[in-house]
T-cell receptor, first 120, second 112 residues
Framework: AQKVTQAQTEISVVEKEDVTLDCVYETRDTTYYLFWYKQPPSGELVFLIRRNSFDEQNEISGRYSWNFQKSTSSFNFTITASQVVDSAVYFCAPVYDPNAGGTSYGKLTFGQGTILTVHP | EAGVAQSPRYKIIEKRQSVAFWCNPISGHATLYWYQQILGQGPKLLIQFQNNGVVDDSQLPKDRFSAERLKGVDSTLKIQPAKLEDSAVYLC??????????FGEGSRLTVL
């Protein structure tokens, strides 16, 4: 069965610290997409990034960066200089579908999530 | 741009009663999803619509859950009869062909 593991259930840091959230996935598919979503206390899931399995380039967006290692099936997320507003539950979510794309995008398999708390 | 709207935000019912949740996706989004999120877990896809047709409902407990999307816009998710284990947040999301899902704030169901 396909599986997503976010080994860190909860992480607590002090503001301005860097923090890395781990995600390891299992798939037999050669083509897939990987997503990260943020769920703040309001409950609404917010899209952060989508990564194609063919593209292993690391990506940086402001204080956020992602490290995709296909060889180890990991897609880790780093927040640099964390802020209190970063406090949320973060989900890693692969799309397992050989025809991923188009109408398949929504079939996300979410991990258990990592609860991040950033203290002032 | 208005986001995905869901109602009601909260609902408390007794087991064996019925409940319905409503979702209005972002205008122009052809694809609509319903997810179930049990406390402490990640969301699980229940059903996916493309316009008004069902793309995937393999994880929908069809003996008690039903969903429809009339005219390819709004959608309704119904549970009848409800069980204790149905207590969860029901999330609606919509997307265009780019694949980014936009989620509503969810409808929190408590079954007593």
């Amino acid at each position: 069965a396909q599986k997503v593991t976010q080994a860190q259930t909860e992480i607590s840091v002090v503001e301005k610290e860097d923090v890395t959230l781990d995600c390891v996935y299992e798939t037999r598919d050669t083509t897939y997409y990987l997503f990260w979503y943020k769920q703040p206390p309001s409950g609404e899931l917010v899209f952060l990034i989508r990564r194609n399995s063919f593209d292993e380039q690391n990506e940086i967006s402001g204080r956020y960066s992602w490290n995709f290692q296909k060889s180890t099936s990991s897609f880790n997320f780093t927040i640099t200089a964390s802020q209190v507003v970063d406090s949320a539950v973060y989900f890693c979510a692969p799309v397992y579908d050989p025809n991923a794309g188009g109408t398949s995008y929504g079939k996300l398999t979410f991990g258990q999530g990592t609860i991040l708390t950033v203290h002032p | 741009e208005a986001g995905v709207a869901q109602s009601p935000r909260y609902k408390i019912i007794e087991k064996r009663q019925s409940v319905a949740f409503w979702c209005n996706p972002i205008s122009g989004h052809a694809t609509l999803y319903w997810y179930q999120q049990i406390l402490g877990q990640g969301p699980k896809l229940l059903i996916q619509f493309q316009n008004n047709g069902v793309v995937d409902d393999s994880q929908l407990p069809k003996d008690r859950f039903s969903a429809e999307r009339l005219k390819g816009v709004d959608s309704t998710l119904k549970i009848q009869p409800a069980k204790l284990e149905d207590s969860a947040v029901y999330l609606c999301a919509s997307s265009t062909h780019t694949g980014e899902l936009f989620f509503g704030e969810g409808s929190r169901l408590t079954v007593l």
